[in-house]
């Protein structure tokens, strides 16, 4: 009892204390040399950023599991710690990279983050269409409420906040790429392929309803068409369809008459989706493909395209592939494939650009 | 037996919701070291140690994900296919380690057995001996697991 009395005490003591001398002050962050923004002390990085409403891209809001909102800390901001460094390579570390979310605001700091991000914003939304690509992707609708309209750059993503519901005590942002038509400002598209036991898309599925409100930030990413000329070839599986149907929108409103090639890998027939609007890209673009590409057939399926993996069609049909820009959406796995198989057909680096699911 | 603050603050990351939907947990009541030694009487009572269904779990997933998500033969017994989602998962541990969200599904080719793991499922056996708890969606029986993969 004495023993306990003595704990209790001591634990009061030391929340007092706390408040009183490690109360920190006011602290001034620059950023980019430029900004300064006067912020409470004590909070963390990321925290203190997202309060003046400078949105750094985190899937797991601020719980340093995800290791996304990485920016440069030139001055204040003390040593890496140990939940920071699984997320670091060691050139990021002597380069002074941090966790925004991990980083405490104790004193003023410097630091550096890409200037588009000043770009992102919060948005309310109503979730309007929720639409079964297959039997584990959908697609969802959402329109803009306040703001009410959304610009982004084609082939870019959007966080989607998972609020807190019957299977998930915290509220996480996933990302997800945006699909729909770019012209369209007054709403977003998502698609969505389901994850055992993910947060999020456990919500999306499971919780999500027509009408619902939903907070999105964004938009983030740097995946975009160039302004080449160059023919395009699109490779992409699953869920890696958004960005890729965004990019066709977008050719199609500006006119592009750009040679494109679209290899879409999908598991089984059923697994194909949104192959009408493909076939009308077909129609409506001056120069579009779309090489649908099924690995496995059923007993009574029938499929008259490519079979086998997505890989081995692009190596098999992609014409001059010398002269070509390749466009990748889709996972670790199927990016890796297909590296190999461009950097054999000839095309280097610079000319090959993905949204890898990392 | 009194759990140390460690203990107990792990305890409270497994069953929360902070790194998957419904924890990792379940609805086992036992505590995790409870779940973690009858797991390992389990596994070393048919001669076998977390460690090598970890190897043999590993080499599965290894050879499936050339598949690019289509179904592999791993040998004349088992066929596999590799799901990879968006992002990566840490380990509910205190220690680095973060993992890609991909599952393994596994078939038998002569009976209906299935199992599936994620890259998380791998590490948790082979450094942590935890096949998580019962009723949780990624909990892996041993017994069951055994059968299928060797």
């Known amino acids: 009892m004495v023993i306990s009395s003595i704990g209790a005490l001591l634990a009061l003591l030391l929340t007092v204390a706390d408040l009183f001398f490690a109360a920190y002050g006011p602290s001034e962050i620059t950023i980019n040399k430029e900004k300064k923004l006067t912020v409470p002390g004590g909070q963390t990085l990321l925290s203190a950023l997202t309060a003046e409403k400078i949105f750094i891209p985190s899937a797991c809001g601020g719980r340093g599991t995800c290791g996304l909102c990485k920016l440069r800390v030139t001055k204040g901001a003390g040593l890496v710690l140990p939940t920071e460094e699984p997320f670091l390579t060691h050139e990021e570390i002597e380069s002074n990279v941090r966790l925004a979310c991990q980083v405490k605001v104790r004193a003023d700091l410097d630091i550096e983050i890409p200037p588009e991000l000043f770009a992102i914003r919060r948005y309310t939304c109503t979730c309007t269409a929720i639409i079964d690509l297959t039997h584990d992707i959908r697609q969802f609708r959402f329109k803009m409420i306040e703001p009410e309209t959304i610009d982004y750059i084609p082939g870019q993503y959007i966080q989607l906040l998972a609020p807190v519901y019957e299977k998930s005590s915290e509220e996480v942002y996933r990302a997800y790429s945006m699909s729909g038509d770019p012209a369209d400002k007054t709403a977003i598209e998502v698609i969505i392929k389901l994850v055992p036991g993910g947060i999020c898309t456990t919500y999306c599925f499971e919780y999500l309803k027509p009408g619902d409100r939903v907070m999105l930030n964004g938009p983030y990413g740097r995946f975009r068409l160039s302004d080449s000329d160059a023919p395009v070839v699109f490779i992409a599986g699953g869920s890696g369809m958004a960005p890729i149907k965004c990019l066709l929108h977008h050719m199609k409103n500006t006119g592009s008459t ?6 879409f890998g999908a598991k089984t027939p059923r697994d194909l989706f949104l192959t009408d609007l493909m076939k009308s890209f077909e129609a409506e673009l001056h120069d579009f493909t779309f090489v649908p590409v099924v690995a496995e057939t059923r007993p009574g399926e029938n499929f008259s395209g490519e079979r086998g993996l997505v890989t081995e069609a ?3 049909r992609l014409e001059k592939p010398e002269s070509c820009e390749a466009y990748l959406c889709g996972s670790p796995g199927m990016i890796d494939a297909a590296l190999e198989v461009l950097h ?15 | 037996m009194k759990k140390s ?18 924890g990792f947990m379940g609805t086992d009541s036992r505590s995790v070291t409870e779940i973690i030694d009858a797991d390992a009487a389990a596994v070393a009572k048919l001669g076998y140690t977390p460690g090598r269904l970890a190897h043999r779990m590993k080499q599965i997933t290894d050879a499936a994900v050339k598949g690019l998500g289509t179904t592999v033969k791993i040998d004349d017994r088992i066929q596999a296919a590799v799901i990879e989602a968006k992002g990566s998962i840490v380990c509910p541990w205190p220690h680095p380690g973060h993992f890609h969200k991909r599952v393994t599904a596994v078939k038998s080719l002569d009976s209906a057995r299935t199992s599936r793991w994620s890259d998380l499922n791998i590490h948790l056996i082979e450094k942590h001996g935890f096949f998580e708890g019962k009723g949780s969606p990624y909990r892996i029986e041993p017994n069951d697991l055994i059968e299928l993969i060797f």
């Open chain 1, 258 to 263: 750009r040679k494109a090639t679209y290899f």
């Open chain 1, 314 to 316: 692009v190596r098999r």
């Open chain 1, 344 to 358: 054999e057909l000839g095309i280097d680096d610079g000319r090959i650009f993905y949204d890898k699911f990392e």
């Open chain 2, 5 to 22: 603050p460690q203990l107990e603050k792990l305890e409270e990351v497994l069953r929360s919701s902070k790194l998957v939907a419904g």
